[in-house]
Nanobody, 124 residues
Framework: QVQLVESGGGSVQAGGSLRLSCAPS????????MAWFRQAPGKEREGVAM????????DYVASVKGRFTISLENDKNTLYLQMNSLKPEDTAMYYC?????????????????WGQGTQVTVSS
């Protein structure tokens, strides 16, 4: 049974930083794609960052480019999202996703496994 467990969320002031972690069990991080999504109250879940091919290919949604960095640590089987220069509009529940099917990585339905989420709150 695959489980994805996120951690690292919290409350910070605008301009601060957080690092999210996702530690899968029953699933080995490798060449398939993983991603971070987020969902704010009343809004649809949106793709934030994606990493494939063992970390050789990454992509970001425009609103986080230059501020967020997605990475893998294969020996710890862990996915990360480093978030810098946080803004109030980054406030959301953040989810780790794994095992991508064909299709755009921005679509939540492209991923087969999901974590329970970790809350990020950015105050102005």
């Amino acid at each position: 049974q695959v489980q994805l467990v996120e951690s690292g969320g919290g409350s910070v002031q605008a301009g601060g930083s957080l690092r999210l972690s996702c530690a899968p069990s029953g699933y080995t991080i490798g060449w398939n794609c993983m991603a971070w999504f987020r969902q704010a109250p009343g809004k649809e879940r949106e793709g934030v960052a994606m990493i494939c091919n063992g970390g050789h290919w990454t992509d970001y949604v425009a609103s986080v480019k230059g501020r967020f960095t997605i990475s893998l640590e294969n020996d710890k089987n862990t996915l990360y999202l480093q978030m810098n220069s946080l803004k109030p509009e980054d406030t959301a529940m953040y989810y780790c996703a794994a095992d991508k099917s064909p299709g755009s990585w921005l679509a939540p339905q492209a991923f087969n496994y999901w974590g329970q989420g970790t809350q990020v709150t950015v105050s102005s």
